[in-house]
């Protein structure tokens, strides 16, 4: 796409995927291969469709963390992620939404298992930033408040 930052692997999360940040977590039977990564995530907050750089700056309300949990065996059936990443109820989101001006440009991303650092990073070493991620999506489908 002209213009636009177009990551190679997209792949949706359901609202049915979808918990509380404290909510208990049941790992499917059908995989052995559970894996997790700590993420940023942009939240919409108003409509956009075709958005340029301003349009998705403009319409992103803020950011929360997600614990994105993916079946690998099943994300790897096929080139295709969506079967992988998106079980039921397997994807603590927040708890916490913070605004555009309210998160540092180096805040750090990490995931602590039993007082243990498993994951840390900062938004800094994004590959795409949020707004090139509402710019991309927007072109293909219309984002609405609370995306």
């Not at 991303?109 to 710019?135: G, N, P, R, Y």
Request: hydrophobic fraction near 40%; charged fraction near 25%.
């Amino acid at each position: 796409m002209q213009g636009v930052a177009t990551p190679t692997v997209q792949f949706a999360k359901f609202p049915e995927a979808l918990i509380g940040p404290h909510d208990a977590l049941t790992l499917p039977p059908e995989s052995d291969a559970v894996d997790w990564e700590a993420e940023l995530v942009v939240i919409v907050g108003r409509s956009v469709r075709r958005a340029d750089r301003a349009e998705a700056e403009a319409a992103s309300a803020g950011y929360t963390v997600l614990n994105d949990v993916t079946l690998r065996d099943w994300q790897h059936r096929t080139r295709e992620w969506l079967q992988g990443r998106t079980w039921e109820a397997t994807t603590p989101l927040g708890p916490v939404l913070v605004t555009p001006d309210e998160l540092p440009a180096d805040a750090e991303i990490s995931c602590t298992i039993d007082d243990k650092v498993a994951q840390k990073s900062t938004i800094s070493d994004l590959l795409f930033d949020a707004a090139d991620l509402v710019t991309c999506v927007s072109t293909v489908i219309t984002l609405n408040p609370g995306t």
